[in-house]
């Protein structure tokens, strides 16, 4: 009796301390139960393990994403330094690179323009906001201008394609990719002092710089890592297909920024810094990916989809800011 009071009295204190993402995780388990309802085609093989490759993506971005949030700031050139990234890989192997050359290129060129982001906030002393509008413009116009504007094509090797397109048995390698990235960013996040000193920045910036911490160090390795895991998806997309297509308004990798930030936020993460967690921004990403499989088994106007995220981030940042209005 007393071994399930104690369980049940566990469950209870997790479920507190996780209260969006439990509620989180209800809704998906509600979406993923009336689905079928609308399509018989829900539960194949093949839509579940596309809906997860849709959400790899941004669930992937969103990781760099919440790590920028949780320190106060943010990043809005995440979806520009995709672009930038697929450009470059295929550029390189037009060229003739060899794959694991380009992959490693193409992950330091996000890495330097998180690099260039985390600069001219910490040492130009200016706003994150400000500062990743203006990367971003700046990185669409460079790509806009080396591509002409036009799709790329760069005759690619299969080595390359099985990087976006392959699969380990019925599982595709971005997911996989995916999953291993949201493990490895709980642990830091979790179980080492750089994750404890990010929440720390984020919580009170003034007290972790006089407990020791090095604020304008951890800054610029957030933003490393956010370009970091831009880079990723990047080259992931580009890969896929083995092409590049410019952006265009709401299309390529544009308005990737603002999906990222929405999965961040529905994932329980305050924008104002110091909370959130990996699992939250996976489960936004999630229940972003439901709603919109959801949308095109309804057969809806494509366009209702951007009023749905609106909607639910809405939602969640007005469920967020009561509860710190009972605090």
Known sequence: MEMKLGWRNRLGLMI??????????????????????????????????????????TAIVSIGMLLTILIGGIDLSVGSTMQAVGLSSILLIQNDMPVWLVVIVVLLIGMALGLINGSLIVYGLLQPFIVTLGTKIIIDGLTLVISDG??????????????????????????????????????????????RQIYAVGSNRLAAHNSGIHVNRIQLLVYMLSGLFAAIAGLLVAARTGAFQPITVGGGAGGMELNAIAAVVVGGASLAGGKGTVGGAFLGALLSGLLFNLLVFLDLNPYIQQFVLGAIVLAAVIFSASKRQKR
């Open 16 to 57: 507190k301390s996780h209260q969006e993402e439990s509620l989180l995780t209800l809704l998906i388990v509600i979406i993923i139960a009336i689905s079928p309802i609308f399509s018989p085609d829900f539960f194949t093989e093949y839509n579940l393990f596309n809906l997860l490759r849709q959400i790899s993506y």
């Open 150 to 195: 036009k799709g790329v094509s760069g005759n690619a090797p299969d080595s390359f394609l099985e990087i976006g397109a392959g699969h380990v048995g019925s599982v595709p390698i971005p997911v996989i990719i995916m999953f291993v990235l949201i493990f490895l960013g709980s642990v830091v996040l979790n179980r080492t002092v750089f994750g």
